[in-house]
């Protein structure tokens, strides 16, 4: 069974005479596109015109870039010690900085038009009305637009500033390496590998992964440091000096999420963290422990005798539970999910130089995607595995929109994979025998806990980082202690006092994504979002089924309030957040024997 990507149909190679032409082709287009805009727009010209033809111009350059960087940001994901890869996405970035001055002169001109013009503009021109979104947003963003020139300085300094810094963290954490010894002999582990051990039947080799880990990040610790505090420092000052309140405040704007909304969320799972903390009180009494003493490095443990008989899943085995789960939820998403494996889309080889993350990236000029893994037969790994084919099922929703018209905001993202989760794994429950479905459960509610507990403590401390870092860098103490503080906001007494090591921050590579700030509550979000919208489809069965395609088909094009109220859901009503946690809580109650 072959577990690495086919990316022939992107570009054989490098030195492919495709990808050598269309990076003359994009450069090309980005120079273009650039004086056009230094000439066209100020020149008299009608509104829908000049909107017109820098849309036109605009996808079309977009539509060469994004194919030429999405290949290079694959051989690196798939190697981070590929240089070539390395080097080429930091010369197409600067090659397109032509397209993204441009922007920024289109976008500031957008912003002088009047909202008026703007509506009659687009109602004459049905290509307009096709990104009348898109325009809209556009007009209200420029406010947070610096001068052209102070932008096009930012855009420049960043590429050897914040994104250096990101790709420094990435290679040091790809190559991280750590001596541990198990059953009497030692072998070294990358720290992909180390996490992976988490989920280990043996509590001996969960732990002395844990202890190696917390070592192997103490180890970088001074260099992850600085790296944190570069982009999180840089991010603080841009977004200050474009007009943001923070860097939250830029988060939800891009989201398309209002505060309302994420206030509303965040006020339901705090007031549902005693019912994560009475399950992981539960977790610890079923694995030998005091209730209320789970060690931090057993959170992910297997429980009961089921995960240790069934043993490791084979990669064609996770193949075919992903297809048969999808399919009894709609032929089209089984059928996508067969073709996602037999065209090999995804990487899932576990190896060295290979980052321990799940990504899924769209390469929409060629209506496909690739997504990357490492597969090691976890039960975690077959979710790992829906939840990205989710995203790329999102994208493909998407096919026949223009490239401006395909962006829609991280939460919504989220929530489309993280149905594809659940929807495998409530089918799974239904079918297996009880002491297997029980570990599934169990494996739901970890999993759960993850999304909602664990990342409310990294939404603590990305918002702790960001209001210390104003007084200046924070010293690996500091950020040491910001993690515990953190870590105890959202675990309260459930975990073992003192099993949490300091070094989480440097684990979490969210921190360090140059631009993507607060790659957290987009997750929670998307798990209750998803619940939610799991109940509707209990309730309303097939009838579900086109309306949920419909509406992840209208996702780019609206806010996430607006594309709520295609399914009926409010929200900003703490209710609508509540039912999706009282969900989690009735598995809960199972679980721990109320149910």
């Known amino acids: 069974m072959e577990l690495t990507w086919d990316l ?11 990808f050598q032409q269309d990076r003359v082709r994009a450069e090309t287009l980005a120079g273009e596109l650039n004086r056009w805009s230094a000439l066209q727009m100020n020149n008299g010209q009608a509104a829908a015109g000049v909107m017109e033809e820098f849309l036109t111009q605009y996808n079309a350059y977009q539509h060469i870039y994004l194919r030429l960087f999405s290949y290079a940001e694959l051989r690196f994901s798939a190697d981070s010690g590929n240089v070539e890869a390395v080097n080429l996405m930091d010369e197409l970035e600067e090659a397109g900085y032509g397209a993204g001055e441009a922007l920024v002169s289109f976008s500031k001109w957008l912003g002088r038009v009047s909202a008026d013009e703007l509506e009659r503009s ?43 810094w990101e790709r420094l963290y990435m290679r040091t954490l790809s190559t991280l390496r750590a001596d541990v010894e198990l059953d009497g002999v030692t072998r070294s582990y990358t720290l992909a590998e180390l996490r992976n051990l988490v989920y280990d039947p043996d509590p001996a080799v969960r732990q002395a992964a844990a202890e190696a880990e917390q070592e192997a990040c103490r180890s970088v610790a001074e260099q992850s440091a600085a790296c944190i ?16 309140a923070s860097p939250l405040h830029k988060v939800l704007d891009a989201s398309r999420m209002d505060q309302e909304t994420l206030d509303v969320m965040l006020q339901a799972i705090r007031e549902s963290l005693p019912v994560f903390q009475r399950y992981y009180a539960r977790k610890a009494e079923r694995l030998g422990y005091a209730a209320g003493q789970l060690p931090f490095w057993d959170i992910f443990a297997p429980v009961g005798a089921a995960e240790s008989s069934m043993g490791r899943i084979p990669y064609a085995e996770a193949q075919a539970m992903i297809i048969a789960g999808f399919s009894r939820f709609s032929p089209a998403l089984g059928g996508f999910a067969r073709k996602v494996f037999e065209q090999r889309w995804i990487d899932a080889e576990p190896r060295s130089g290979k980052g321990n993350f799940g990504m899924c990236v769209d390469i929409v000029p060629i209506g496909e995607s690739r997504i990357i893994t490492s597969f090691q037969g976890h039960y975690m790994d077959v979710s790992v595995l829906a939840h990205e084919i989710g995203h790329a099922y999102h994208s493909s929703r998407l096919a026949g929109h ?7 905001p991280v939460p919504i993202a989220e929530t489309a994979s993280i149905f594809c989760e659940s929807l495998m794994t409530y089918e799974l429950l239904m079918s297996l025998p009880a002491e297997e479905a029980d570990t599934m459960l169990e494996r739901s509610l970890s999993d759960a806990g993850y999304y909602i507990v664990d990342f409310y403590a990294r939404y603590c401390f990305e918002s702790g980082l960001y209001a210390r870092r104003l007084s200046g860098p924070l010293s690996v103490e500091e950020l040491n202690d910001l993690m515990l503080e953190s870590m105890v906001a959202a675990y309260g007494e459930s975990i073992l006092p003192g099993s949490v090591h300091p070094y989480q921050w440097i684990s979490k590579a969210g ?47 609206r806010s996430i309030a607006d594309a709520a109220k295609l399914m009926d859901i409010d929200v900003h009503s703490l209710a609508f957040w509540q039912e999706a946690l009282g969900f989690i809580a009735g598995d809960v109650d199972k679980f721990t024997g109320r149910g």
Do not use: C, W
């Open 122 to 164: 687009i109602r004459s021109s049905s290509y307009l009305e096709q990104h009348g979104f898109y325009l809209r947003g556009l007009r209200s963003q420029s406010q947070h637009l610096l001068s052209e020139e102070g932008e096009a300085v930012l855009a420049r300094m960043q590429a050897t500033g914040s994104k250096a």
């Open 229 to 244: 505090n570069a982009v999180s420092g840089e991010a603080a000052a841009v977004y200050g000096l474009r007009g943001y």
């Open 511 to 557: 921190y360090y994504m140059a631009g993507n700030e607060f790659l957290n509550f987009p997750y929670s979000f998307g798990l209750l979002f998803s619940k939610g919208l799991y109940a509707q489809y209990k309730k309303q069965g097939k009838v579900f089924v086109n309306r949920y395609e419909q509406f992840l088909s209208a996702t780019s094009t």
């Open 402 to 408: 223009t490239m401006v018209n395909m962006d829609y």
């Open 8 to 18: 022939d149909p992107i570009y054989p190679s490098f030195e492919s005479e495709q």
